[in-house]
């Protein structure tokens, strides 16, 4: 009966680790999610200025003012792509650590399936052993 407690308190711990792997995933990927927000955020401005540049004539300064934004603009949308990129990359391996985690509980829960079987036969054996032995005089 202790494997049959051992393997149950294996699969204890190996079923809180895989909800916090999948905890972790899904913080990732609202991460993923944010960077990706962000980076719509970075083109919608650069159109507006875009927009904004090709209607009327606009002075100097302000040419140079839109240039400045627009590098700016180009600068922060790599840097997202980046890490999008790099946030990606994370969501995988959190999503590859949950099913790790997924399959260490799948095959702790068959081990301890099989022990419960084991046992339980164990102890019908012992069973008809027993009515066996009262039976004879």
Partial sequence: MAATGDLAKRLKRAERLTAVQEQMRRAAEWQLAAIR???E??????????SAL???SHGHLFLEAANRRLRALASRATELEQAAARQSDDVREKGLAQ???ELGAER???LLRRERERVEGIERLDGLAQRRDASLP
């Fill in 37 to 39: 927000r962000d980076a």
């Fill in 41 to 50: 955020a970075v083109e919608q401005d650069r159109a507006a200025l875009l």
């Fill in 54 to 56: 090709g209607g009327d």
């Fill in 99 to 101: 099913k790790r985690a």
């Fill in 108 to 110: 702790v829960g068959e």
